[in-house]
């Protein structure tokens, strides 16, 4: 497997409503707000993309990497 990985648009907007679910949740831990953060989950869990993965694992952590709120600001900086 190969060091880049070409994310499909999809996942990685996946993968930012889950950070923003998450945030969401914390800042305001109701059942409404857990509901919502476990429904990106799953859709981000099921997604096709992982189907075509050798290392699930090492290619999540490049996802997160990728689309970490605070990866914009690294890049800024």
């Known amino acids: 497997m190969s060091d880049a990985v070409d994310f499909p648009a999809d996942l990685l907007e996946l993968q930012r409503r889950w950070y923003t679910a998450e945030a969401d949740w914390a800042a305001e831990p109701s059942e ?3 509901s919502a953060f476990a429904a990106v989950g799953a859709e981000l869990y099921a997604h096709p993309h992982w189907g075509d993965t050798e290392n699930r694992h ?8 990728a689309t970490h709120p605070d990866a914009a600001q690294e890049l800024t900086a």
Not at 58 to 65: D, I, R, S, T
């Open 32 to 34: 409404e707000k857990r």
């Open 58 to 65: 090492k290619v999540e952590m490049k996802l997160k990497q």
